[in-house]
């Protein structure tokens, strides 16, 4: 009986030792992405190549800062849908 627990154990700190390899490749990736895609939209600032004003700076910089707090919220285990919405 003893030996059926510690199998138990030890597959379940198996699984949740690879559990956290595949977070961690998916999380650096993820996050390497994420960082590439913000650098990207910070290449609109080129006032010579585009024409923006500061309307359109604040409701882009308002539209990441809330996908950041649902990402917040989401890791934090406080859940909620908001769909992906954004227009200028």
Do not use: H, Q
Not at 15 to 24: A, L, Q, S, T
Not at 27 to 33: I, L
């Amino acid at each position: 009986m003893e030996n059926v627990a510690a199998n138990k154990v030890s597959v379940l700190r198996r699984n949740d030792g690879e559990k956290r390899v595949k977070f961690v490749k998916l999380a650096e990736k993820r996050t390497v992405n994420a960082i590439r895609a913000i650098r990207v939209i910070g290449k609109l600032g080129n006032p010579s190549a585009y024409s923006y004003d500061e309307t359109d700076i604040k409701k882009i910089i308002a539209a990441l800062a809330k996908e950041l707090d649902e990402l917040k919220a989401r890791m934090l285990k406080k859940r909620s849908k908001i769909p992906v919405d954004f227009k200028l």
